[in-house]
């Protein structure tokens, strides 16, 4: 009987593992993957929606400039929702509050090609 529900199990994992807003805690940041919607306590959210740059140094590569990594996202609240560039380190002011993207995952490097759906997100939200 196990035998029949693993495989059933892993399937399911695999099927809803997209709809899953990543979220820590500890650190402070809360993760997301492009498309799928970050939500912040006090009910702000944030959802990455398209690459629009990146130029990152790969990490087995020696570069004159570190690069930056742009995407544009969806960011609201309770009372608005607009879409914006966000600038990796650079805080973005809305609705009263500071937006910072401070974490993209995966490390870029040389062997390996990058996809939308490879990326994750991280952003911190403080008080203006």
Known sequence: ????????????SLTLGGCITYHSRSD?????RMGETASFNGGAQVTPL?????????????CVWA???RIT????????????????????????????LVEVLPIKTTQQ???????RFGFTLTAK
Request: hydrophobic residues 35%.
């Open 73 to 100: 996202a969806t960011l609201g609240d309770t009372t608005s929702k607009l879409t914006r560039e966000l600038t990796q380190g650079e805080p973005a002011t809305f609705s009263g509050r500071t937006l910072t």
């Open 113 to 119: 090609p990058l996809y939308p759906d490879d990326y």
């Open 50 to 62: 398209a690459l629009v740059e990146d130029s990152r140094c790969p990490a087995n590569a020696r």
């Open 28 to 32: 402070g940041i809360v993760r997301t």
């Open 1 to 12: 009987m196990l035998r029949k529900i693993a495989p059933l199990a892993a399937l399911l």
């Open 67 to 69: 690069g930056r990594v």
